[in-house]
């Protein structure tokens, strides 16, 4: 299983960046795609979820702002589209697949928004 996120980078705010997260080696109809992220000094707390079904879900503070969607080609994309950027939102970035039975992490992106 591979959870592949990119896209992070610095922006100012106001700006916009998408992130992608390549997702192989597992069933996504079985699963839930997510994306999380880690503040400085702060807990990993949920952004956005996308649903086998495609029922997408979002933190308050990003509502309106981010979009979560998923290109089922293969292998599959899981992209978070952030727009309005705000310094909050800097933070290091995780995708996440997640079935009843099973936790799947990859490695970080991190996303830096300047004042």
């Known amino acids: 299983v591979q959870l592949q996120a990119s896209g992070g980078g610095l922006v100012q705010a106001g700006g916009s960046l998408r992130l992608s997260c390549v997702v192989s080696?597992?069933?996504?109809?079985?699963?839930?795609i997510g994306w999380f992220r880690q503040a400085p000094g702060k807990e990993r707390e949920g952004v956005a979820a996308?649903?086998?079904?495609?029922?997408?879900?979002y933190a308050d503070s990003v509502k309106g702002r981010f979009t979560i969607s998923r290109d089922n080609a293969k292998p599959t994309v899981v992209y978070l589209q952030m727009n309005s950027l705000k310094p909050e939102d800097t933070a290091v970035y995780y995708c996440?697949?997640?079935?009843?039975?099973?936790?799947?992490w990859g490695q970080g992106t991190l996303v830096t928004v300047s004042s």
């Open positions: 996440n697949a997640r079935s009843d039975s099973y936790d799947y």
């Open positions: 080696g597992i069933t996504l109809d079985q699963y839930t």
């Open positions: 996308i649903r086998s079904g495609g029922m997408t879900s």
